[in-house]
């Protein structure tokens, strides 16, 4: 009996892992992906039913009100967040996971401190590295909540010497990281430790931009992955380490799809400070001044979709934002009902995550088979007649395609200006995410319809009834 | 100590691949779904607090572990709850369709 425990649990573990792999396969095409998410659940179900089987764990009580807690609150946090939100959701979640492996790791550490026996070097290494790992996810991925909440300003925050300085913490957490490695019983330096790895996960996302925010959401997705392989090297536990390892492989795809998307490397999009005020000044900005828009009010903008045959519609994060997307699906419904060919073109970065347009259309009941990828629907474009861009700017940018000084250079676009027309509806002639002039919105086969997402979509939708 | 570190690095090398090899290729429609489903998976995290937690006797380990466990907790329960919810979405529309 007692080798069976131990090793049932292990089994157990196994399972789970083996689920969790199963899950998320299943998590890769719309008609499984339910009951995939439904069988990792499981997996973590099992894990931690066996691991309050362990011997280690005596206290049950304590545990019990302390999984109810946090049972709640998730429970609560996802029926009552907005699709809208979801970003920052996953964002803070992220944060919850890596501080849970952090906290792990420092509650190993004082174990070994009340211990007081010789640690063995490979445990002080792993305790560090999880340490960081776990922090700098947990302060990064709060700093990008609160970024996305709006609390503080989206844009890039940098400061002189920001690179130099971020390398010198980087090396005081190896020369203190070192001193642990020594004296593994200095509870100072192990203190000083987790103050650096906090320190840094803001310095990490304090100067990354809004429009670089999907690229963050990944990587610190990645990041709570490996906090909590970090975690497992800690304690010893395989599955911790599979699971750790799958979410940031899962994290790291994400993350370069991302960053093709806006075509940029990684470290360019941690690095630049991409958006900044530095870098569009640096950009080779031809004013705008005595080029002309031509604006159209939302009767004729019926009159072009209502007679049109197709019509691509181009949501961006503005319509999100407007709460405008069920006002666009009534309208292209009315187009439907006229005979026109409607479909949705969506940017790999729409939105504010991956994947967070699609999201957004099918709570607004979108069925996903009019969504269209940039890589289906670009060819297209030259036989639609009217391209209908709501709230998106930068990634409609013909700029992208040949102006070599702009910042969004070669950066793959939905190709709008090919179409026959393009109505943009946009509150004003701000620049976008990127703080980029765009060159589409004075086109002559291009008309302005300024106002509210919301707004203007529910006048066309009310003139599209008239026709 | 040494030997179960290198099986580890073994174990977390193979699982990365085989990562890989899982979610290349997925939709683009899926990815905020396969992102809150694997953030819940990285929740895996509650297995460790708990170990931690477990001790009989309070002290500063078992207090830890107990703020592990209830973050991890949320994490778990929000991230599959959330993915649950939006894929259900999905699943509503593709019947309309």
């Known amino acids: 009996m007692n080798e069976f425990l131990p090793s049932a649990i292990q089994l157990s573990y196994l399972t789970a892992s083996a689920l969790f792999i199963i899950g998320l396969k299943q998590l890769g095409s719309p008609a499984t992906a339910r009951k995939g998410n439904g069988i990792a659940a499981i ?47 996953v964002g803070l979640l992220n944060g919850f996971g890596g501080a849970a492996s952090a906290l792990v790791a420092v509650g190993e550490f004082w174990k070994y401190l009340d211990g007081a026996e010789f640690v063995p070097l490979s445990e002080t290494i792993t305790i560090v590295l999880s340490v960081l790992i776990g922090g700098i996810t947990f302060t990064g991925s709060l700093l990008a909540f609160v970024k996305l909440e709006g609390w503080i300003s989206g844009s890039p925050i940098t400061f002189p010497f920001q690179q130099p300085f971020n390398l010198t913490l980087l090396a005081l957490f190896l020369g203190a990281g070192g001193l642990l490695l020594i004296n ?13 790895s906090l320190v840094l996960g803001i ?53 370069q799809i991302m960053c093709k998307a806006m075509n940029r490397s990684l470290a360019n999009v941690l690095f630049s400070a991409f958006g900044s005020a530095k870098t569009i000044s640096g950009a ?17 903008g019926a009159m072009m979709l209502g007679y049109a045959r197709s019509v691509v519609i181009v949501p961006g994060y503005g319509m999100a934002v407007a709460q405008a997307q069920h006002t ?18 969506i940017h790999p970065v729409a939105g504010r995550m991956p994947g967070h347009m699609n999201v957004l259309l099918a709570e607004a009941n979108v069925p996903y088979p ?7 629907i670009n060819p297209e474009f030259e036989r639609t007649d009217v391209a209908l861009v709501i709230g998106a700017n930068d990634v409609v940018n013909p700029a992208a395609r040949h102006d070599v000084a702009s910042p969004i250079y070669g950066m793959p676009i939905l190709e709008v200006d090919r179409a026959h027309h393009t109505i943009v509806i946009k509150r004003g002639m701000n620049a976008g995410f990127s703080g980029v002039e765009n060159e589409l919105f004075y086109k002559d086969k291009t008309m302005m319809l300024f106002g509210g997402a919301k707004d203007v979509v529910e006048q066309l939708v009310s003139s599209v009834k008239e026709l | 100590m040494t030997e179960a570190l290198v099986t580890g690095l073994v174990v977390f090398t193979l699982a990365t691949f ?44 078992v207090i830890l572990g107990l703020i592990a466990v209830i973050l991890a907790t949320i994490n778990v ?14 699943k509503k529309k593709e019947g309309n369709a």
């Open chain 2, 18 to 61: 085989i990562g890989f090899e899982v979610i290349n290729k997925i939709p683009p429609t899926l990815h905020t779904p396969l992102m809150s489903g694997s953030n819940a998976i990285s929740g895996i995290a509650v297995v460790g607090a708990l170990l931690v937690a477990g001790e009989e006797n309070w002290n500063l380990t």
């Open chain 1, 203 to 255: 310095l990490f996302v304090l100067p990354i931009g809004g429009a670089d925010t999907p690229v963050v959401i990944s990587l610190l997705n990645s990041f709570s992955g490996l906090a909590a392989s970090a975690a497992g090297f800690v304690l010893m536990n395989n599955m911790l380490i599979i699971a750790g390892a799958l979410v940031g492989a899962s994290g790291i795809i994400l993350t």
């Open chain 2, 77 to 90: 329960v929000g991230g599959f709850l959330v993915t649950d919810r939006m894929l259900q979405m999905f």
């Open chain 1, 184 to 196: 593994p019983h200095n509870t100072a330096t192990f203190l000083v430790l987790v103050a650096i």
């Open chain 1, 328 to 345: 666009v699906r009534e309208l292209a419904d009315q187009l439907e009902r006229l005979g026109v060919d409607v479909k949705y073109a």
């Open chain 1, 43 to 89: 997996g973590m179900l099992i894990a931690v039913v066996a691991t309050l089987l362990d011997r280690q764990i005596l206290n049950y009580e304590m545990i019990a009100v302390a999984i109810a807690i946090g049972s709640i609150i998730g429970a609560v946090m996802a029926q009552r967040v907005e699709m809208t939100a979801m970003p920052q959701m």
């Open chain 1, 284 to 300: 080779g900005s031809d004013t705008a001044g005595d080029r002309t828009v031509h604006q159209i009010d939302p009767e004729e």
């Open chain 1, 370 to 376: 009019k969504l269209h990828d940039m890589e289906d």
